[in-house]
């Protein structure tokens, strides 16, 4: 019986094997699980990561995002499921000097230089002395902190090290970057400026991994998405076939003001959010979105018509209201 067993789980293992390979994945989580007492902080989890693309780990504070990265990274034991990496077309555990690592929680040293700290947590991932400092000195201009490259790290404001550990993940050129809330402290302007470089990293072919509770703001930078609510998978996929998918549509008019637009509320498959003179916010969830906006144009003099699919923030609360679940803000 012992041996049936083995077999049978070198057959699961070896086709879970010829699966990854054979869809250039990065990494690969299957069935992972991890429990602190009888509370199930991650449940169950199966997602993957190709090559150069940016999947978004997705849900509200306390879902089990930073639990289910620490596990990645080997930070966590793992109570059950596995996580798999394939660097140069070959199965392995996880190698630091090919993967970036954003904490959530600061990694660096405060009683140490900015430029210290990257040249010595560069030279952990087998980056040499001299280039980690070259570079660094180049990131930190970049990102306008050359001016306190000799600064300890203490005496920078939170956003300033957020910035220093971004650099930090990236510096040693991984293939896979794990970023854990990689906006937090950040100002709208900073957090643009994490955007394009995100873009930059997956342009040059690297693989990202985003974990993050503001779901409106990182969507745009993610092809595919994992959302996970109590620690368990909502909603996973290709964000364009998510949101295509979803049943209601986002309609925004602005229309005459004389104009009655009380006639809105009868059209079936309507839901109102706001409606006023000059203007409604709907969503619908009927059959034809050209029938309803000849409806409209028909009976109101419009300015202007946005029709778009939902935020991710409110397909994800949508969906884990139909599902009976509660969730925490996201």
Known sequence: MANLNLEKAKQKWFGFERRFLQMTTVLAVEELSKCYGQKKAVDNISFKVHRGEVLGLLGPNGAGKTTAIRMIMG???????????????????????????????????????????????????????????????????????????????????????????????????????????????????????????IRELQAAGVTVLLSAHQMNLVEELCDSIFLINHGREVLSGKLQDIKRSYKESSVELHFDPSGDSSFIKEIPGMRILKLEPGQAILRYSGASINELLQQIGSRLTIAEITVRKPPLHEIFIETVKERGETHESA
């Open 75 to 197: 930070i966590l034991p793992v109570d059950r499921g596995k996580v798999v990496f394939s660097f140069n077309g070959s199965l392995s555990p996880i190698e630091k000097s090919m993967v970036g690592y954003l904490p959530e929680e600061r990694g660096l040293y405060d009683d140490a230089r900015v430029i210290d700290n990257l040249v010595y947590l560069s030279g952990l991932k087998n980056k040499s002395p001299h280039e980690a400092r070259r570079e660094g000195e180049a990131w930190l201009k970049r990102v306008g902190l050359a001016d306190y490259k000799n600064q300890r790290l203490d005496k920078l404001s939170k956003g300033m090290q957020q910035k220093v550990q971004f650099i930090a993940s990236i510096l040693h050129k991984p293939q896979l970057v794990l970023l854990d809330e990689p906006f937090s402290g950040l100002d709208p302007v900073n957090q643009d400026f994490f955007k394009e470089i």
